[in-house]
């Protein structure tokens, strides 16, 4: 059974940093367009940031400040956030297309970590 684990958040004062990791464990064959998303009280899912083999894309509010990595030996893929204002405070979601071994391609979802910044 596949299951994707989030670390990293917490609160955080405007201006500081943190780093999201999401680690997928389990009988995985392939892994791809991993991602993560945000949502906000009264707000709808977002797309943060997504990678995949060819390109990384960012949300307008968030390039230039978070990058997304990977480290595909441990099947775990990164968050870097800096600059953090106020604005960011969301549950933060990994999610990927992950192919287990003798199935086809899911999409799977992290249980979420909150992220709030304040002073």
């Known amino acids: 059974q596949v299951q994707l684990v989030e670390s990293g958040g917490g609160l955080v004062q405007p201006g500081g940093s943190l780093r999201l990791s999401c680690a997928a464990s389990?009988?995985?064959?392939?892994?791809?367009?991993m991602g993560w998303y945000r949502q906000a009280p009264g707000k709808e899912r977002e797309l943060v940031a997504r990678i995949t083999s060819s390109r990384t894309n960012y949300a307008d509010s968030v390039k230039g400040r978070f990058t997304i990595s990977t480290d595909n030996a441990k099947n775990t893929w990164y968050l870097q956030m800096n600059n953090l204002n106020p604005e960011d405070t969301a549950v933060y979601y990994c999610?990927?297309?992950?192919?287990?071994?003798?199935?086809?391609?899911?999409?799977?979802w992290g249980q979420g970590t909150q992220v709030t910044v304040s002073s």
């Open positions: 999610n990927a297309h992950i192919q287990p071994l003798g199935t086809a391609t899911y999409i799977y």
């Open positions: 389990g009988s995985i064959f392939s892994i791809n367009r």
